[in-house]
């Protein structure tokens, strides 16, 4: 936004256009002065528009200009929510499910998520199949949750995991552990970490796959270098049991130093 329109949309908010009034904040959030930015948008918390609320919303969430107020984020996540937004309707099922800035919900939760999810946002999607999964705020039903997923991208690694998981449950009908090893090995070359974990965990203890520690220890590796913490204490483990490899606890001792710095 250039010095031209600066003075135009200025005018304009002076007029109180709220479309112009949430061009400024954007502009000076994106010039990383925040509280300006949160001046304007005090100009415009009375406004239906649903994306201006979350945006609220979203500056009370992580005290951008403002103190931090999560009673406060989630009554505009909230408002957002009600006039449709699928992102603030997925906001909204978070603090239900996880108590933050209301009362835990689970019910709530799940009405939450299932609205932003038929709306097709891959995130709530990915939130109601575990819901689906482990029966919070409704029935354990794994085949919906495996259905839900379905509308969500093939290559995301949280898709992945997850049917991974519902498909290496033997208790049902679902149940496709061949496929699930398919899937976790496809995570597990697009580098996603969980995928990595599990699929290294199934190598270790010999289920579904042959056991193969030399294999477990690769795909650990790949995972610690991702970050793991818990990759990298298994990694330490390994060697101080000689596990996969030649025992020793110099190794060992690098990886659980490693671990406690990726906490």
Not at 29 to 38: G, H, I, P
Not at 135 to 141: Q, R
Not at 236 to 243: L, R, S, V
């Amino acid at each position: 936004m250039d010095e031209n329109d600066l003075v135009k949309y200025e005018k304009l908010a002076s007029l109180n256009n709220e479309d112009a009034i949430y061009l400024l904040a954007r502009h000076y959030q994106d010039k990383s002065n925040f509280v300006k930015a949160f001046s304007y948008l005090t100009r415009i918390v009375n406004t239906t528009n649903p994306s201006y609320l979350r945006k609220i919303g979203y500056f009370f969430e992580k005290g951008l200009g403002v103190e931090s107020n999560k009673e406060k984020a989630f009554e505009f996540y909230l408002k957002s929510a009600r006039f449709g937004d699928y992102i603030s309707q997925y906001n909204v099922a978070i603090c239900y499910l996880n108590g933050v800035g209301i009362e835990k919900d689970v019910d709530k939760a799940f009405n939450f998520a299932y609205q932003s999810a038929v709306q097709n946002y891959e995130k709530a999607s990915i939130l109601l199949a575990n819901m689906y999964r482990n029966g919070i705020g409704c029935e354990k039903d794994p085949k919906t949750a495996l259905s839900t997923l379905e509308r969500c991208s093939e290559d995301s690694g949280a898709v992945i995991y997850l049917r991974s998981l519902l498909l290496l449950d033997s208790k049902t009908e679902i149940a496709n552990p061949e496929l699930a090893i398919k899937l976790l090995q496809k995570g597990a070359f697009n580098n996603d970490t969980k995928c990595l974990l599990l699929l290294a965990d199934l190598y270790e203890k010999g289920q579904i796959v042959p056991q193969e520690i030399s294999k477990s220890l690769s795909l650990l590796m790949k995972a610690a270098k991702n970050g793991s913490a818990s990759a990298m204490n298994r990694i330490a483990e390994y060697y101080e049991k000689g596990m996969g490899t030649l025992k020793n606890e110099e190794i060992a001792q690098f990886w659980r130093t490693e671990a406690l710095k990726h906490k």
